[in-house]
């Protein structure tokens, strides 16, 4: 290994590789900007920009792995990537992206007690919140669709201000909005950043 990247060994591997990704990136955003185009007398500009090192190792960590019908996962927010991270038996398969959308049955909103007040003690953040659930491959249009109607409460949590999920309910009769503590729910949808569930 040394005979090819010097003394470094793997370390070497590595920097080759996160240079040939940043050219790759910069490549890409040089080929995606055109030049300014006049339409109707309105001058468009597209607008690129080359991400950072630290942007680069975020994108480089993003697992892509695969999740199955029926699989057990459990869900939290990665501050780091800005991603839902999923892992299944303890260990972290998937980062589900903002464009990409996870439906979960039969699930449990968990908040851990000691890492709340942690979080609170300190002022850091720490991995302690999670909806668990059973993955449903809804590739069917009719499922999407119930999906759809009936994941309608938007659901949160923010370790500052409650001890569990916060589900915001509107009464339809009222069109009152509440906030009530919520710890299961029958379906939920995740996507864009947001968790959304059928009480």
Not at 22 to 33: F, G, N
Request: hydrophobic share 35%.
């Amino acid at each position: 290994m040394s005979n090819y990247f010097g003394r470094s060994g793997l370390r070497g591997l590595r920097r080759l590789l996160m240079e040939a990704v940043r050219r790759l990136y910069t490549l890409c955003a040089s080929t995606v900007s055109a030049p300014p185009k006049k339409q109707e007398s309105v001058l468009v500009r597209t607008v690129s920009s080359t991400p950072t090192d630290l942007e680069i190792r975020a994108m480089s960590k993003l697992r892509t792995g695969k999740l199955n019908h029926g699989d057990r996962v459990e869900v939290y927010r990665n501050l780091h990537n800005n991603t839902f991270s999923i892992r299944r038996d303890g260990k972290v398969v998937k980062h589900l992206e903002n464009w990409m959308t996870l439906y979960l049955q039969d699930v449990k909103f968990a908040v851990q007690p000691a890492g709340r007040e942690k979080v609170r003690r300190e002022g850091k953040n720490n991995v302690h919140a999670y909806v668990r659930g059973t993955v449903i491959k809804a590739e069917e249009h009719h499922l999407k669709e119930t999906f759809k109607e009936k994941c309608v409460e938007w659901v949160t949590y923010n370790p500052y201000q409650d001890d569990t999920f916060t589900a915001t309910v509107t009464d339809p009769e009222t069109t009152f909005t509440s906030y009530q503590p919520v710890h299961k729910a029958r379906l939920v949808t995740l996507k864009q950043g947001y968790v959304y569930a059928a009480l």
